[in-house]
Each structure stands twice: as C-alpha cells, then as structure tokens.
C-alpha cells in the first residue's frame, strides 16, 4: 500500500512529531512518502535520515494557488493508494489534489480543532465554511481525542465520518528508573547547572501563548529559590517568559533529547487549559514523574487508575505553587510502576489502529459507529 502524507510544514511541532513516529511504526506493506507544502524543517531531515522521501513544494502562502497543479502532478504520478493530510492548510488542497488525481481514499488527521479556533487561530464563519467543504472532499476525519471528535460532530461534520484515533509517544525511549536512569539524572542536571538539592518542575511545548507557561513563572516566584523551572522548547514567547523567570529558570529551546532532559526534572507541569490531546503529559507518565495537569484529554478519556500520578488542578499560579509545595516537600519515593495510560498510548498501538484504518477505507468499509477504530 502506498501512502503519500500532505502536511503544511515540517519544523517541529507536536503534529510534525507524530507524523515522524507514526510513519516509522507503521505495519510493514505500508510505503510512506510525505509532501511538505512549505517550511521544511528540522523534522523532514529525520524523515530523509530514516529513508522517507519528502516533496517540497515551496508553497509561498496561504493563497498560492499554483501549488495544487503541483500536488495534484505529484499524486498523480505517485500512483498512491491514500492521501492522508495534517494541518488545516494540507487538509484544504491535499484533499482537492487528491481527489481530482482521482485517488479514492483521502483522509485526514485534526491535530488542534476547539469550538472557536483552529491550529491557535481565532476561527470566523468564512473559515469554518470553507473547511467543512474541504471536509467532505475526503473519506474520513480522524480526530486524536473524543474531545476532537465532538468538535467536529458541532461543526457539521457527520458522526460517521469520524473516526477516534489517538496519538502516541515511543514508550521505550522514557526511562522510568533504574541506575540507568539514575545516571543519565545526574549527568542531565550537572549540564544544566541544577544542584544535587534542587528541586526541579518541569515544562515541555511550544512557547506560546495558550500554553499557560507563564503560570508557573508565577508560581516560581512564591517559592523556595531551591525551587527551578526547566523549560524545553521554542517560541515566540520566550524571550518574555525567561526574562520574567530570571536566573532560576532553564530554557533549552527546541531539543530532540526530550526523554533525557525528563530523567532532570522532579515532575512535569502542563498549565494549557486547551490541549486535544496532551502528548508532553503522557511522556513525563512514561519517565515516572508525578504530573500537574490542567487538560489532557488523553487521560481524561481513561479511568483514573490509568494514570494515578496524575493531577489535575486549575491553571492559576496559586495552584501549581500549592502543589509543587506540596511535592517539594514531601520525603523522597521511589519511582513508581508504569501507569496503564503509557501502553494504551504507545505509537505501536497507535500506527498499526492507523494501517487497519486504512486498509478498512480501501476495502470500501467505514470506521466504526462509535467512532472509534478498535
């Protein structure tokens, strides 16, 4: 089976990311290529390094039209068996191209839909009419999360061309314990300048502004000053919330060694209050790290024994100041067991749900009628 993935860009980014994992556990028989409409970045280099081949097609906007004679060639010459688009702006002309190159099964992931905006961007009458036309170009919507999927159902779109199918992280690069991880702790922190007492929160995303980040830079304020923050990742936020931080902050920018910079914190804090899924939550369960969450749909989607180290406050600094207090302060433990939630989410699952959901659409079947693929 052939498989060409339309995507906007290729920089990092959480829909990126998921695109590199999902494409590398697909079950075998699935040949991928990915076409990037512009902005090839960091994560079309690992998809060439893994022996992907990736089609720039150097989309100079959002109106460049002359990109979908260029898509639809592609697609054409590609002779794929499926389109499968991510992003709003792939989802609009890789759904078109692929239908007028007369391919029969096109779908697409929604990584980042709420009630009023799409990708962070405030969402007006013309824009959403103009996806649910894209939308019906298609055969199927995948949403990550049930939260996702009702979106889309109060937005127009048909229940039964919706399927439910979460994302996931590569669970055995996370280290939960052991002298391995006790090894790779103490290394990480002495990079980063932390000291053996320190104790360290933890914060993983994109640094903008619907990430809350600011929260807890708040918080850290009214804390011990053996009390620091670690935050990885890039933004245009950055500048204003490491400056509002000052010397008890750490901002690593973008990193690929994720898992590693994990093994240095004492627990991760997510304070977005507008998630749709929650992937940095479901990496800081899979390092052992007790979690501070303010929405993750992945786990609010699964009984709480799925994830006891997990808790989820309101997203305001008293909050997380309370609660990292209280951790802070508590004797030390050992790690715990790995939670429930990190082998429901594991992309091993995840990608082949996915390669049974495409070989259901070739086969002229829909996805289940609750919408989710089993």
């Not at 097609?57 to 260029?70: H, Y």
């Not at 949403?143 to 889309?152: D, I, P």
């Not at 209050?273 to 007790?290: D, H, K, M, R, S």
């Given at each position: 089976m052939r498989v060409l993935h339309v995507i906007t860009g290729l920089a990092a980014g959480g829909a990126e990311q998921q695109?590199?994992?999902?494409?590398?556990?697909?079950?075998p028989g699935i040949e991928c290529e990915v076409a990037t409409l512009t902005n090839p970045g960091s994560v079309a280099a690992a998809l060439r390094a893994e022996g992907v081949r990736v089609h720039e097609?150097?989309?100079?906007?959002?109106?460049?039209?002359?990109?979908?004679?260029?898509l639809t060639a592609l697609i054409r010459r590609g002779r794929y068996d499926v389109v499968h688009t991510h992003l709003y702006r792939a989802g609009l002309y890789g759904r078109l191209a692929a239908r007028l190159a007369g391919v029969r099964v096109v779908l697409a992931t929604e990584h980042s839909l709420h009630a009023g905006t799409i990708e962070g961007r405030t969402v007006g009458a013309g824009v959403k009419s103009l996806y649910l036309v894209a939308e019906r170009l298609g055969s199927t919507t995948v949403?990550?999360?049930?939260?996702?999927?009702?979106?889309?159902c109060d937005w127009g779109v048909p229940e039964q061309r919706v399927a439910v199918l979460p994302n996931g992280i590569e669970a055995h690069r996370f280290t939960p314990a052991g002298r391995l991880r006790d090894l790779q702790r103490a290394r990480m922190r002495a990079e980063l300048g932390f000291a053996p007492g320190d104790f360290v929160v933890g914060a993983v995303g994109r640094l903008v502004p619907g990430k809350r980040f600011d929260v807890l830079v708040q918080a850290l304020r009214e804390l011990s000053p053996k009390v620091r923050l670690l935050v990885v990742g890039d933004g245009p936020e950055r500048a204003r919330l490491a400056a509002a931080a000052g010397e008890r902050a750490v901002f690593t920018g973008e990193r690929s060694d994720v898992p590693a910079l994990l093994t240095a914190m004492d627990v991760l804090a997510a304070p977005s209050?507008?998630?749709?899924?929650?992937?940095?939550?479901?990496?800081?369960?899979?390092?052992?790290?007790?979690i501070l969450h303010s929405g993750c749909p992945a786990l609010e989607e699964l009984p709480a024994e799925a994830a006891p180290g997990a808790r989820k406050l309101p997203s305001v600094a008293g909050a997380y100041r309370a609660a990292v207090f209280d951790?802070?302060?508590r004797p030390p433990t050992a790690v715990p067991p790995r939670p429930a939630a990190v082998a429901h989410y594991d992309i091993v699952r995840t990608a082949a749900r996915l390669g049974a959901l495409y070989q259901r659409l070739r086969e002229g079947r829909r996805p289940s009628p609750?919408?989710?693929e089993s």
């Open positions: 695109l590199l994992l999902t494409i590398r556990h697909l079950p097609l150097g989309m100079r906007g959002n109106r460049d039209l002359a990109v979908l004679p260029r949403a990550v999360s049930q939260r996702v999927a009702g979106t889309l209050t507008e998630e749709t899924f929650g992937l940095a939550v479901l990496e800081g369960l899979a390092a052992g790290l007790p951790l802070a302060t609750a919408g989710r």
